[in-house]
């Protein structure tokens, strides 16, 4: 590990201990996937939902894992205790406001939660699953862990194992019911694991729950040894048909046009955890979209309209269920399905760009935008008092609508000079006073400033001019309020 790695992770350590118990945690697994990506690229910044102090820890725990492995010798795991007769009763235990999942709360009251009751113990700590429950979309694990070592520990990692696939990774997260996500000696925490799974998959019924628990000391966090790691394995049974008989497919295969771009809507299915919408953007469209805008199922019987409105968006931006960006799930909060009269879909827009104009091109030695979408977009050579690296440059991006938008911009991590030979964007390669001087500003009236920060590198301004940069997401919101019929008994 190189000096410069090294300080960057002590800092890193440190404000653990600062913060660990300052700022609430929502997603850790958000913020894993986070370090792992500020590992490889260093300048990636990413929106989560916790706080910066626990961010930071676990930047620094995955950092480390990332840059140094060691051979050592596993300590062998307790024996797993079933107590599989036993039924569900602990609901309580994981009730908690700082839950985002809309359909969670709804499991919990409805006694959905499959009894699991595995454990085992292993260096001082106790994980047991309480419970699950899967659709065969998407799955819950509720486990606590029980701290009877001397360290304070958090998560360096979890993983939930069918044996012959894992459950995706990316999407996955990981909600704590009470606090913050250190276990202190002495404590038991809960937590709740969720992940989308793949909906072409027949997911077996032996599944494991891997969790690492690590010590959180600046020694501990700047070491890969296992002396500070401890992984737990919980093997149990979960029937990804569990919830069959209780849900239901409407086929539709219609389709929506929004600002005459095509949206083919494939089907509708019902659980008890959630309603799916699965979608496909017309290949042949003109323009390439990255979400529809404020989209709402409306069901109708006898003559009284449900409205069902803001759903989360699976892509292939944030899970492992899509490889191609033209397919899409909305995922409304779970509604029984009462053979209704009829079913539609609504959308009041769409956030694209045209496929032809999916770039940005700037001449940096005359420090301007020669090509970009629309006409709102501006070149900002940042000031030394920004802490830029040199060759960085600042896109301030601003736009209306703003509130309607889930996605965020995202730009190629290559770039093109004028003679079509393709360099690599620059990664940080320090850490700054000011941490970052791009962000995203939004109005109450739904006006935003993003600001983008790119680095083309020291060299950029020898490079033949201009430099085009691939865009990859956009923000860029089309009103267009249009509906489709999904499915009708006439």
Same mark, same amino acid.
């Given at each position: 590990?190189?000096d410069?790695?090294?300080?960057?992770?002590?800092?890193?350590?440190?404000?653990?201990?600062?913060?660990?118990?300052?700022?609430? *945690?929502?997603?850790?697994?958000?913020?894993?996937?986070?370090?792992?990506?500020?590992?490889?690229?260093? *300048?990636?910044?990413?929106?989560? !939902?916790?706080g910066?102090?626990?961010?930071?820890?676990?930047?620094? +725990?995955?950092?480390?894992?990332?840059?140094?492995?060691?051979?050592v010798?596993?300590?062998? %795991?307790?024996?797993?205790?079933? &107590?599989?007769?036993?039924?569900?009763?602990?609901?309580?235990?994981?009730?908690?406001?700082?839950?985002?999942?809309?359909?969670?709360?709804?499991?919990?009251?409805?006694?959905?939660?499959?009894?699991?009751?595995?454990?085992?113990?292993?260096?001082?700590?106790?994980?047991?699953?309480?419970?699950?429950?899967?659709?065969?979309?998407?799955?819950?694990?509720?486990?606590?862990?029980?701290?009877?070592?001397?360290?304070?520990?958090?998560?360096?990692?979890?993983?939930?194992?069918?044996?012959?696939?894992?459950?995706?990774?990316?999407?996955?997260?990981?909600?704590?019911?009470?606090?913050?996500?250190?276990?202190?000696?002495?404590?038991?925490?809960?937590?709740?694991?969720?992940?989308?799974?793949?909906?072409?998959?027949?997911?077996?019924?032996?599944?494991?729950?891997?969790?690492?628990?690590?010590?959180?000391?600046?020694?501990?966090?700047?070491?890969?040894? @296992?002396?500070?790691?401890?992984?737990?394995?919980?093997?149990? &049974?979960?029937? !990804?048909?569990?919830? @069959?008989?209780?849900?239901?497919?409407? #086929?539709?295969?219609?389709?929506?046009?929004?600002d005459?771009?095509?949206?083919?809507?494939? /089907?509708?299915?019902?659980?008890?955890l959630? #309603?799916?919408?699965?979608?496909?953007?017309?290949?042949?469209?003109?323009?390439?979209?990255?979400?529809?805008?404020?989209?709402?199922?409306?069901?109708?019987?006898?003559? /009284?309209?449900?409205?069902?409105?803001?759903?989360?968006?699976? #892509?292939?931006?944030?899970?492992?269920?899509?490889?191609?960006?033209? @397919?899409?799930?909305?995922?409304?909060?779970?509604?029984?399905?009462?053979?209704?009269?009829?079913?539609?879909? /609504?959308?009041?827009?769409?956030?694209?760009?045209?496929?032809?104009?999916?770039?940005?091109?700037?001449?940096?030695?005359?420090? %301007?935008?020669? *090509?970009?979408?629309?006409?709102?977009?501006?070149?900002?050579?940042?000031?030394p008092?920004?802490?830029?690296e040199?060759?960085?440059?600042?896109?301030?991006?601003?736009?209306?609508?703003?509130?309607?938008?889930?996605?965020?911009?995202?730009?190629?991590?290559?770039?093109?000079?004028?003679?079509? %030979?393709?360099?690599?964007?620059?990664?940080?390669?320090?850490?700054?006073?000011?941490?970052?001087?791009?962000?995203?500003? +939004?109005?109450?009236d739904?006006?935003? &400033?993003?600001?983008?920060?790119?680095?083309?590198?020291?060299?950029?301004?020898?490079?033949?001019?201009?430099?085009?940069?691939?865009i990859?997401?956009?923000?860029?919101?089309?009103?267009? #309020?249009?509906?489709?019929?999904?499915?009708?008994?006439?």
């Open positions: 590990m190189i410069k790695e090294k300080d960057i992770l002590l800092r890193n350590a440190h404000e653990v201990n600062q913060h660990a118990e300052a700022f609430e *945690e929502k997603h850790l697994y958000n913020a894993m996937r986070g370090g792992i990506m500020t590992g490889r690229k260093r *300048e990636r910044r990413r929106k989560y !939902s916790l910066i102090g626990m961010a930071a820890a676990a930047v620094a +725990v995955i950092l480390i894992l990332s840059i140094v492995k060691a051979p010798k596993e300590v062998v %795991q307790a024996t797993v205790r079933s &107590e599989v007769n036993k039924p569900w009763s602990d609901s309580e235990l994981f009730r908690s406001s700082s839950v985002r999942d809309q359909s969670f709360e709804g499991l919990l009251d409805r006694n959905l939660i499959a009894p699991v009751y595995h454990s085992v113990e292993k260096k001082g700590f106790r994980a047991e699953v309480m419970g699950a429950v899967t659709d065969g979309r998407k799955v819950y694990v509720l486990y606590n862990v029980q701290n009877d070592s001397v360290h304070p520990v958090v998560h360096a990692g979890f993983t939930l194992d069918y044996g012959t696939v894992k459950a995706p990774s990316i999407g996955t997260s990981l909600d704590i019911t009470k606090g913050t996500s250190e276990i202190k000696p002495g404590q038991t925490k809960s937590f709740i694991y969720s992940a989308n799974l793949l909906p072409s998959v027949s997911y077996p019924k032996d599944v494991k729950l891997s969790i690492i628990l690590t010590e959180t000391s600046e020694k501990a966090l700047l070491s890969s040894s @296992k002396k500070y790691r401890t992984e737990l394995d919980i093997p149990f &049974e979960l029937d !990804s048909d569990m919830l @069959k008989e209780q849900s239901h497919t409407v #086929t539709a295969n219609r389709t929506l046009i929004v005459g771009q095509k949206i083919n809507v494939q /089907k509708v299915l019902y659980t008890p959630g #309603t799916y919408v699965d979608i496909e953007y017309d290949k042949n469209n003109e323009k390439q979209i990255f979400q529809l805008i404020n989209p709402v199922l409306m069901v109708e019987k006898g003559g /009284k309209t449900e409205k069902t409105y803001y759903p989360s968006l699976i #892509t292939s931006y944030n899970s492992e269920i899509y490889k191609d960006s033209s @397919k899409a799930t909305l995922v409304f909060k779970s509604s029984e399905y009462n053979d209704p009269d009829s079913i539609s879909l /609504k959308a009041f827009g769409i956030s694209a760009v045209e496929k032809d104009q999916m770039k940005i091109v700037v001449d940096l030695n005359k420090n %301007q935008i020669i *090509e970009a979408p629309g006409s709102n977009l501006e070149l900002v050579e940042p000031k008092e920004d802490y830029a040199p060759g960085e440059i600042l896109l301030r991006h601003k736009f209306d609508n703003a509130h309607y938008l889930s996605t965020d911009n995202a730009l190629s991590e290559t770039f093109t000079d004028a003679e079509g %030979q393709v360099h690599k964007k620059v990664s940080v390669n320090k850490t700054t006073p000011g941490g970052s001087w791009a962000g995203s500003s +939004v109005s109450r739904g006006t935003a &400033e993003d600001q983008l920060r790119y680095r083309f590198g020291e060299n950029a301004k020898d490079y033949p001019q201009p430099l085009t940069i691939t990859e997401r956009y923000k860029n919101p089309i009103m267009d #309020t249009q509906a489709v019929e999904l499915y009708s008994k006439k």
